[in-house]
């Protein structure tokens, strides 16, 4: 069946211009994550969805970052006034459960290059 | 979320195993062990979780020691496909969102 999709692939913007990514979980999925990857950081987590309850925004590194989940299936994560430190992967992943054994499986992610 | 210690790099010959080390000696009895990789230019996908008890799936095998303190990812015939960062992650199995919290890794080299 068809996995989790993101678009766009790739995303070059300017300094201080927004930007808005895609993540079509992967269908009958209730939670959806968010996570980045950059040279300097790693993968890490940014925001977390479950079903209708308050989102997990512990991980958004300022108030420029902000996601939304409509009809608890597609996602919009939105970087507010980039900067070239907002350049990494963003990669979001779907699970059918929080749990401990809630398997996470990943798109292949959104190449964001800020110039 | 307790804290994981990982090579940061290995090789390996094709067609043989390889076994991949991770050191978690602040686990706590509800963390579950979870190891994911990350083939190059894609997001990471699941591999293998235990408890535990000694645990096999079609991709790998994870022996857990007996204090919990350490575990092994093992592949049994590495393959080009293999080469990957491998992360060994714990997940608290009360209370938490669930979310994966990723150390460095372990990048694996296959060579043929």
């Known amino acids: 069946g068809a996995g989790v999709s993101q678009s766009p692939s790739n995303k070059v913007t300017e300094k201080g211009k927004d930007v808005e990514l895609r993540c079509d979980p992967i269908?009958?999925?209730?939670?959806l994550y968010w996570y980045r990857q950059s040279l300097g950081q790693g993968l890490e987590f940014l925001i977390y969805?479950?079903?209708?309850?308050?989102?997990?925004k512990s991980g958004l590194p300022s108030d420029r970052f902000s996601a939304e989940r409509t009809g608890g299936s597609v996602s919009t994560l939105t970087i507010q006034r980039t900067q070239q430190e907002d350049s990494a992967v963003y990669l979001c992943?779907?699970?059918?459960?929080?749990?401990?054994?809630?398997?996470?499986?990943f798109g292949a992610g959104t190449r964001l290059s800020v110039l | 979320d307790a804290k994981t210690t990982q090579p940061n790099s290995m090789e390996s010959n094709e067609e043989e195993p390889v076994h991949l080390p991770c050191n978690h000696s602040?686990?706590?009895?509800?963390?579950?062990i979870h190891w994911y990789r990350q083939l190059p230019s894609q997001g990471p996908e699941y591999v293998i979780h235990?408890?535990?008890s000694n645990v096999n799936n079609r991709m790998a095998s994870l022996a857990i020691a007996e204090d919990r303190k350490s575990s092994t990812l093992i592949l049994h015939r590495a393959t080009l496909r293999d080469a990957a960062v491998y992360y060994c992650?714990?997940?608290?199995?009360?209370?938490?969102?669930?979310?994966?919290?990723f150390g460095q890794g372990t990048t694996l080299q296959v060579k043929p």
């Open positions: 992943a779907s699970s059918l459960s929080r749990g401990e054994v809630g398997i996470q499986y």
């Open positions: 269908s009958g999925h209730t939670a």
């Open positions: 969805f479950q079903g209708n309850s308050a989102p997990d």
């Open positions: 602040t686990i706590s009895g509800t963390d579950y």
């Open positions: 235990g408890l535990t």
């Open positions: 992650i714990l997940r608290d199995v009360e209370g938490n969102t669930g979310k994966l919290i």
